[in-house]
């Protein structure tokens, strides 16, 4: 497991950058041009990759074993894939930590559809054993408390089924910025689908049409946003657009109070710092739970006291980033607590001492590790483990970071000794 010491900038930041495309467009468009009849090319990601990997070998007939590794996304759009697939047999497997990630709401809706799914370990997670077969439309209802994914994952299979497709959702709905995204991905490929606050209705003619709709990831502007705020620097993203299909835009607004100013050009988004910090920070993630881990540190470093409802989902991420994050901001004094059930995440703005260099522990999750590393502008020298856990949906974070003025060292080289 490899480790960075990492020292902030010794000038003022000033770079630019480009980010991969956003994994969250590349999966969903991997599959659709797949079911369009496009083969799979590789990718900027793990993620997408494995995505790719598996479709590019064609769906197995043979009960082989599909390992998504801890790509979540890919397990829940793959489960439904499988199952809406005729002649498909397989296992459906990933990491440790995958088999404990929910997927009961949506095997459950799956199964009223005619699917043949049977759990191999604990019941409502993976892994599982897959019989694809036709699998009828109609009206079905999913509890999408834990994931939008479950509904994406259903409206993906919509060109497989019988007949027009009619989704409601039940309980508190999270992400569903990502329902539209997927939602208006499909209309590009000539489907017809309309998103209401609480159904999805669809109606897909065959076939599908294959295009490219690539944008810049903005889960992973998240985290230079955070950079820009902690340093008072200037960041260029290239290509970077507030016309994006991506929910996570929404960052550039919540940034905004915390002194990150945000002017979009022909060639991207421009970050500059301003004065100007809201004393406190209360939002709603409820649809943008990715841009935590980012907004946190960045509250905690700045001394801006906040309340972050609508995290609960975070629970069920690569790790449960409501206790990493808390385990986390205690290594630099800043004592968090969650509220309403595990729903909310609070800081009052309290500080403790703190006695030692943090080594930081990403807990195998990337936007823990992305989001740790700006910690080094206000603590320098920290260390952060499982730096490699980036390459999920960032591989190039570290040399980008570097590109930046930050220096990145072996934690087990002797610490630089200040000048007399």
């Known amino acids: 497991m490899k480790s960075f010491r990492i020292f902030p900038p010794e000038e003022i930041l000033e770079t ?31 993620d997408t990759d494995v995505t790719a990997e598996i479709l590019a070998g064609g769906l197995p007939a043979d009960g082989s074993e599909l390992n998504v590794a801890d790509a979540g996304t890919a397990m829940r759009f793959l489960t439904a894939l499988c199952a809406a697939s005729e002649g498909c047999r397989c296992t459906l497997r990933g990491t440790e930590r995958m088999h404990h990630r929910p997927i009961g709401p949506l095997v459950h809706v799956l199964r009223l ?10 019941e409502g997670f993976p892994p599982l054993r897959i019989t694809g077969r036709k699998l009828s439309g109609g009206t079905v209802d999913i509890d999408v408390s834990d994931s939008s994914q479950y509904v994406s994952a259903l409206m993906l299979i919509a060109p497989l089924l019988d007949a027009p497709l009619n989704i ?12 539209r995204m997927t939602a208006e991905m499909m209309r590009r490929r000539g489907a017809e689908v309309d998103f209401e606050r609480d159904k999805v209705e669809i109606s897909c003619p065959r076939p599908l049409k294959a295009i490219s709709d690539a944008e810049p990831d903005w889960s992973a502007a998240a985290f230079w946003y955070e950079i820009a705020a902690l340093t008072a620097g200037w960041v260029t993203i290239t290509g970077l657009s507030e016309d994006s299909i991506q929910g996570d835009k929404a960052i550039s607004a919540l940034f905004e109070r915390l002194g990150v100013l945000t002017e979009f050009t022909e060639d991207g988004a421009e970050l500059s710092a301003t004065p100007d910090l809201w004393s406190n920070l209360d939002a709603d993630l409820s649809d943008i739970p990715d841009a935590a881990p980012s ?108 590109a930046a003025g930050f220096t990145l060292a072996d934690p087990s080289a002797p610490l630089p000794q200040a000048e007399e």
């Open 113 to 122: 559809l005619g699917a043949d799914i049977e759990y191999l370990g604990e």
């Open 168 to 179: 409601r959702l039940l309980g508190d709905a999270h992400a569903t910025p990502y329902i």
């Open 295 to 402: 907004l946190v540190v960045t509250c905690c470093l700045a001394g801006i006291p906040f309340r972050l409802t609508g995290v609960g989902s975070l629970r069920h991420k690569e790790c449960d980033r409501l206790a990493a994050l808390t385990e986390e901001m205690a290594k630099i004094g800043c004592l968090l607590e969650t509220e309403a059930y595990g729903t909310c995440l609070t800081w009052d703005g309290r500080r403790v001492p703190v006695r030692e260099l943090p080594v930081f522990d990403a807990h195998a999750d990337h936007r823990m590790a992305m989001a740790l590393a700006p910690v080094a502008v206000f603590v320098p020298g920290i260390v952060i483990e499982d730096v490699e856990v980036v390459g999920k949906s960032y591989p190039a974070f570290w040399q980008d970071l570097e």
């Open 16 to 46: 630019t950058v480009t980010l991969p495309a956003s994994k969250s467009i590349g999966v969903r468009a991997l599959i659709l041009n797949w079911l369009a009849g496009e083969k799979p090319a590789g990718s900027t990601c793990s």
